[in-house]
């Protein structure tokens, strides 16, 4: 025996972000805004058949305002156009990539400078830096140390950065940021 139970949908219907023509019902007056309207406060049905008449769309663009606005535009392409602009936006938009540098309390002369090296050239192909000393077990003694370790790759790294956040003890890392200075 079969039990009925409910199907899923297909597809799932998205809400739309704006209220539109018929689904505007709240209010008695609108202000109207768009091309070929005069602007000004509108009854709304006046304003949904000046709409119908230009064969457009009337949109509620600020539902919060007294009264809420309306513009009178043709929906579908309105809609194309915020998500062409979100993803100009979106594109413009710089993704900070961090990179790290892991150094030991006792961390020798030549392991610095090789360190060294690899910061200056993450910082020239402008990511940030996280550069952290993480001690084991006892070395934690020496946070001295590692502070003076980070504070000395600060000033050789100060003209490639500049020093987003001191050096700071977190658990067993201490952490300090440099990010790239503008070209």
Request: with cysteine; aromatic share 8%.
């Amino acid at each position: 025996m079969r039990r009925n139970k409910p199907r899923r949908p297909w597809r799932v219907v998205k809400e739309d972000q704006h209220r539109i023509n018929e689904k505007i019902v709240h209010v008695d007056e609108v202000r109207l805004v768009g091309d070929n309207v005069e602007v000004g406060v509108y009854s709304l049905s006046k304003a949904k058949s000046i709409a119908r008449e230009q064969e457009l769309d009337l949109v509620e663009i600020s539902p919060k305002a007294v009264p809420p606005v309306c513009k009178v535009i043709d929906y579908k392409k309105f809609l194309y156009e915020q998500k062409k602009r979100e993803k100009a936006q979106k594109s413009k938009a710089t993704k900070v990539v961090v990179k790290e540098i892991r150094f030991g309390p006792n961390t020798d002369e030549h392991d610095f400078e090789f360190k060294k090296k690899h910061a200056i050239k993450f910082l020239q192909d402008g990511a940030k830096l996280k550069a952290f000393v993480f001690f084991k077990g006892r070395s934690i003694i020496y946070k001295d140390q590692g502070h003076i370790l980070l504070l000395r790759l600060a000033t050789e790294l100060e003209e490639y950065g500049k020093v987003e956040q001191m050096p700071k003890l977190e658990g067993k890392r201490m952490i300090m940021y440099i990010a790239p200075k503008k070209k």
